[in-house]
């Protein structure tokens, strides 16, 4: 119904200015423009002159849009000098002239053919002038007028876009500018209303408004909630005709979202949370979870938690999970289900981010209680220490007790204990521990010479948890004894110059203990009593576990006594000590002047004076020169023979030869050469085979080898064959040789079975027939000549 009013009232409007318009230009002065003549004839015909006039008119106004049945008459034009006889023609001239606009040539009207739209084309210069009808000679300078096409209110307004999206903080203050909506109207905005826009708001309310003029939307509620409703579809309006009756009007859709602000602190669902946890549980193993609630989101939501009180702060810990916005507990230290069994943890959640203007709500942060039972775990057993260290002494009787393990069971059941040892550690079996009490003891005797350290481990298992097992390491130190006597530390060898002096010193020896340091040195020298007062030589003992021996007077010879053996005591310094003697062995020795050393053979005095012992030296020398170069004679002779088997490209007799051309026989000339087929190497000489070791050689009769260039290939073939059957060092399963040398006119024929059928044979088939159906066709193929004809 209001379209229909808004219709009606347009054309009643349209109609009236059609009506004014046409009034207006019946008006002189107005819409109607006049021409003045050049002349005027006075009384008694006589001429006066005066000066000329233009065109005058006002300006030609047309409405637009007009759909009446008639062309619209836009306005008149009137020369002064038109007397009315039609003798002046009216031209027209100019945009939209003789389409849209024609002019009356005799009375000058102009009128519009064609419905104008303003938004189209504002306004159309014309031209006007007007001529003589019969000699077209203009009679008024030609001028310019303008028709204006004047509005109406046909377009409605409309937006810059279809759909608008907004956001503004929650909880706004009211009045704040949310966004700024802009429509546009193309009537004139010159004339009239038309385009003069009001906005308003059809959908939004209480919520948001708008203002009328600007088209600025603005909140129009305090402390709206994202919480409680996060988007807004708000209907904007905007009417021309400054909004009154019968205006047009149109519209476009909002939509404002509100952004999120941390007006909500973190909130626990429940004031205490129970968890549990084994005592089995490895540090670092997650308890539980707690969450806080806030309806906040982005970093406004984000919360971090701590625990900031409670008896269990220093057992267990609480990280954030930010994915799930989460505090996880875990496990912090191991956890003893005898020792407590439950804990108890104060755990707060804040926001991290806080906004100033809402400090007001707050705080922003909650606390809840955790509960943590810790369960009892089936544990293995538990050794009182770590590890253990005994000491038992070398040499100890089997059955020495060396020391006692103990563990115990932790559970709150303390089954009993049942101890073993790991044999893998205790490969000889040199301990055994009671099962019971835990007690090690020897059942060998140790050596700590041989080993000083025994490192075994010991297990310990529930009874009646066989599953249940501890391990614990037992280093056993065996503790020493002396029982090893010092030796000599080294095999010496002394040597005495002939010409030594009294007192002289010529060597220094010391000595070595198997046994620990404080069963070893100091090491104390002696001479055995029943030689103490020897002749020849004597002992100092240094004091510095070392001692020298000396000669006792001058002048020894090799041809009485080359060797002299001095026993030696040597005594340790353990409680008790212990001693041995060793004899040290002397050579007497020829020496020069400056006491170095010459020759310590006592023969050299004996041989003659012509052989000297460097020409002995020689002599040997070359003995053994002479041995090595026959050693090396014999075994290049045994090398020279050549290997069993020659594996050379050239040397093809052993090999398999297949000959497979197939040629013209003697006739084909060009096929090959049949020097290719000669052994190169057997044209100088017969070579033996040398895949097996032959007895004895053998050479080929003369008389039997064709001529190098023959190409009798029979010949050449019946030659090998007889060779090969004579040569008795070539067995027969390496020695294949295929002659399948195929052609026709060859005098040795073809070797092939292709065509055996089409010759006579000595051979009867038979027997073929009575082989079955399977074999008919060889039957009908090589059967007698009397089935073929019964075949056919």
């Given at each position: 119904t209001k379209m229909k009013e808004e219709r009606?009232?347009?054309?009643?409007?349209?109609?009236?200015?059609?009506?004014?318009?046409?009034?207006?230009?019946?008006?002189?002065?107005?819409?109607?423009?006049?021409?003045?003549?050049?002349?005027?004839?006075?009384?008694?015909?006589?001429?006066?002159?005066?000066?000329?006039?233009?065109?005058?008119?006002?300006?030609?106004?047309?409405?637009?849009?007009?759909?009446?049945?008639?062309?619209?008459?836009?306005?008149?034009?009137?020369?002064?000098?038109?007397?009315?006889?039609?003798?002046?023609?009216?031209?027209?001239?100019?945009?939209?002239?003789?389409?849209?606009?024609?002019?009356?040539?005799?009375?000058?009207?102009?009128?519009?053919?064609?419905?104008?739209?303003?938004?189209e084309r504002a306004q159309y210069t014309l031209t006007a002038q007007a001529v003589d009808r019969n000699t077209n000679r203009p009679l008024e300078p030609p001028s310019e007028f303008i028709v204006k096409v004047q509005d109406i209110n046909d377009n409605p307004p409309e937006f810059l876009h279809e759909n608008y999206h907004a956001n503004v903080p929650e909880r706004s203050n009211v009045g704040t500018s949310v966004i700024q909506v802009t429509a546009s109207d193309a009537d004139d905005p010159t004339y009239g209303n038309s385009a003069k826009l009001v906005y308003s708001i059809l959908e939004g309310q209480p919520y948001f408004s708008v203002e009328a003029q600007t088209g600025i939307i603005r909140t129009a509620l305090p402390n709206m909630d994202r919480e409680a409703k996060e988007e807004y579809h708000v209907v904007i309006q905007a009417k021309d005709m400054g909004g009154h009756m019968g205006g047009l009007s149109g519209t476009t859709k909002v939509t404002i979202t509100l952004t999120d602000v941390n007006d909500n602190p973190p909130k626990f669902p429940q004031s205490v949370y129970q968890m549990s946890v084994s005592e089995a549980a490895v540090p670092g193993e997650e308890v539980g979870r707690v969450k806080a609630k806030d309806p906040d989101i982005g970093e406004n939501g984000l919360v971090a938690y701590s625990i900031i009180d409670g008896d269990g702060m220093d057992m267990f810990e609480i990280t954030t999970d930010y994915e799930t916005q989460e505090g996880v507990v875990k496990l912090k230290k191991t956890l003893d289900y005898e020792t407590k069994k439950s804990y108890s943890l104060k755990v707060e959640a804040a926001n991290v981010h806080i906004?100033?203007?809402?400090?007001?709500?707050?705080?922003?942060?909650?606390?809840?209680?955790?509960?943590?039972?810790?369960?009892?775990?089936?544990?293995?057993?538990?050794?009182?220490?770590?590890?253990?260290?005994?000491?038992?002494?070398?040499?100890?009787?089997?059955?020495?007790?060396?020391?006692?393990?103990?563990?115990?069971?932790?559970?709150?059941?303390?089954?009993?204990?049942?101890?073993?040892?790991?044999?893998?550690?205790?490969?000889?079996?040199?301990?055994?521990?009671?099962?019971?009490?835990g007690n090690i003891k020897t059942i060998k005797t140790l050596d700590r010479e041989e080993m000083a350290w025994h490192n075994i481990s010991v297990f310990a298992v529930e009874v009646h948890k066989?599953?249940?097992?501890?391990?614990?390491?037992?280093?056993?130190?065996?503790?020493?004894?002396?029982?090893?006597?010092?030796?000599?530390?080294?095999?010496?060898?002394?040597?005495?110059?002939?010409n030594a002096r009294s007192n002289q010193q010529f060597i220094t020896i010391s000595a070595d203990d198997k046994d620990d340091s404080a069963n070893g040195p100091r090491f104390i020298f002696s001479l055995p009593p029943e030689i103490i007062h020897n002749p020849n030589f004597t002992l100092r003992d240094n004091r510095d576990n070392t001692a020298s021996v000396l000669v006792r007077r001058e002048g020894f010879s090799r041809q009485k006594q080359d060797l002299y053996l001095l026993p030696i005591v040597i005594s340790d310094g353990g409680v008790p000590p212990l001693s041995s003697t060793n004899t040290l062995s002397i050579r007497v020795c020829g020496c020069d002047g400056s006491g170095s050393l010459l020759s310590c053979n006592a023969e050299a005095y004996v041989l003659n004076a012509g052989l000297s012992t460097g020409a002995l030296i020689a002599i040997l020398a070359c003995i053994v020169i002479l041995l090595v170069i026959v050693v090396l004679f014999v075994t290049l002779k045994r090398q020279k023979k050549e290997p069993l088997i020659v594996f050379e490209e050239e040397d093809v007799r052993e090999n398999i030869i297949t000959y497979d051309d197939e040629g013209g026989g003697e006739e084909d000339t060009e096929a090959f050469d049949i020097a290719t087929l000669q052994n190169p190497d057997g044209i100088n000489g017969f070579i033996p085979r040398k895949d097996i070791k032959p007895e004895y050689q053998y050479l080929p009769r003369p008389g039997l080898?064709?001529?190098?260039?023959?190409?009798?290939?029979?010949?050449?073939?019946?030659?090998?064959?007889?060779?090969?059957?004579?040569?008795?060092?070539?067995?027969?399963?390496?020695?294949?040789?295929?002659?399948?040398?195929?052609g026709r006119g060859s005098v040795a024929g073809s070797l092939s079975s292709l065509e055996s059928a089409t010759t006579d044979s000595d051979l009867d088939y038979d027997y073929l027939q009575n082989w079955g159906p399977r074999f008919k066709k060889l039957a009908d193929l090589y059967g007698s000549k009397d089935t073929f004809d019964d075949d056919s």
């Open positions: 009606c009232l347009q054309a009643a409007l349209l109609c009236l200015g059609v009506l004014c318009c046409s009034q207006g230009l019946e008006r002189p002065g107005r819409a109607r423009a006049s021409l003045h003549g050049h002349r005027e004839r006075g009384k008694e015909g006589q001429v006066l002159h005066r000066s000329k006039r233009g065109w005058v008119w006002n300006q030609f106004f047309v409405i637009e849009e007009y759909t009446g049945p008639d062309p619209v008459l836009v306005g008149r034009l009137h020369s002064d000098i038109d007397s009315g006889d039609g003798n002046i023609k009216y031209i027209l001239s100019g945009e939209g002239a003789g389409i849209i606009f024609v002019i009356d040539d005799k009375s000058g009207n102009i009128h519009a053919t064609k419905t104008l739209d303003r938004e906004d100033p203007k809402f400090i007001s709500n707050g705080p922003f942060k909650d606390t809840v209680t955790v509960k943590i039972a810790v369960e009892d775990a089936d544990e293995p057993p538990v050794f009182l220490k770590p590890s253990y260290v005994f000491e038992v002494q070398e040499n100890a009787a089997s059955g020495t007790v060396v020391g006692k393990v103990h563990a115990k069971d932790p559970d709150a059941a303390n089954s009993a204990i049942r101890y073993s040892i790991d044999r893998h550690t205790d490969l000889e079996r040199y301990f055994v521990i009671n099962a019971e009490d066989q599953h249940q097992e501890a391990k614990v390491p037992v280093a056993i130190k065996v503790v020493d004894v002396n029982d090893n006597a010092p030796k000599f530390a080294a095999a010496y060898e002394a040597f005495v110059c002939e080898r064709p001529a190098p260039n023959s190409v009798d290939v029979d010949d050449f073939i019946n030659t090998r064959i007889q060779e090969a059957d004579n040569d008795p060092t070539a067995p027969p399963y390496d020695s294949i040789q295929i002659y399948g040398y195929e």
